[in-house]
């Protein structure tokens, strides 16, 4: 399974843009890169994903690198409800999601 | 529906016992899952269940049996476990077949607790 590398912990201020990154130099041509979060005390939470296009959605935005080495997630503005340990998977066409050690987001008001 | 529910939310157990944890969704998904999440750890795939039949194991110890009755239905029977078992047990399902683009939709878990 292709591995990611995201920082441990990243902050951020309230109502500020973040900007959560990710490599992945070994994924492969039919890997899907999604992303999770885990709110404290709860499951992981779906919030995007994409193959090689940059994807919006109600919650974030992801931006892929054109050689998919890397990736961005994007919250555009952040608030209290946004701390979480955001996770950067790759998944390929299987029913296998093997998590990361993800990266802690702390958001302070 | 949107809901992925599991019961119990907490569960204390001796190394004897025999108990089993519930996870049910009732949004038609096909595929259902059980993960193991120790503190401050990413969770870890257990078993995946597509159409009711197991698709995989993790290499799971024998002491950990997984049953899907129906559609709807997942449990997890644990027996003999050790205190290294304590741990969150999360399940999520997702709409069914192979596919990448599908997401989980995962339960709040349950927190075991192995004496």
């Known amino acids: 399974d292709a591995k990611t590398t995201q920082p441990n912990s990243m902050e951020s201020n309230e109502e500020e843009p973040v900007h959560l990154p990710c490599n992945h130099s070994t994924i492969s041509g039919t890997d899907y890169i999604h992303w999770y979060r885990q709110l404290p005390s709860q499951g992981p939470e779906y919030v995007i994903h994409?193959?090689?296009s940059n994807v919006n959605n109600r919650m974030a935005s992801l931006a892929i690198a054109e050689d998919r080495k890397s990736s961005t997630l994007i919250l555009h503005r952040a608030t209290l409800r946004d701390a979480a340990v955001y996770y950067c998977?790759?998944?390929?066409?299987?029913?296998?999601?093997?998590f990361g050690t993800g990266t802690r987001l702390q958001v302070f008001p | 529906d949107t809901e992925v529910t599991q019961t119990p939310k907490h569960l204390v157990m001796g190394m004897t016992n025999k108990k089993s944890l519930k996870c049910e969704q009732h949004m038609g998904h096909r595929a259902m899952y059980w993960y193991k999440q120790k503190a401050k750890k990413p969770p870890e795939l257990m078993f995946v269940?597509?159409?009711?039949?197991?698709?995989i194991n993790e290499s799971v110890p024998s002491r950990f049996s997984p049953e899907c009755p129906n559609s709807s239905l997942l449990n997890l029977h644990l027996h003999a476990l050790q205190p290294e078992d304590s741990a969150l047990y999360l399940c999520?399902?997702?709409?069914?077949?192979?596919?990448?683009?599908?997401?989980?939709?995962f339960g709040p878990g349950t927190r075991l607790t192995v004496l």
């Open positions: 994409g193959l090689t």
């Open positions: 269940y597509s159409y009711e039949k197991l698709s």
């Open positions: 999520a399902s997702s709409p069914g077949g192979i596919g990448a683009y599908n997401e989980q939709f």
């Open positions: 998977i790759l998944r390929p066409n299987t029913d296998k999601l093997i």
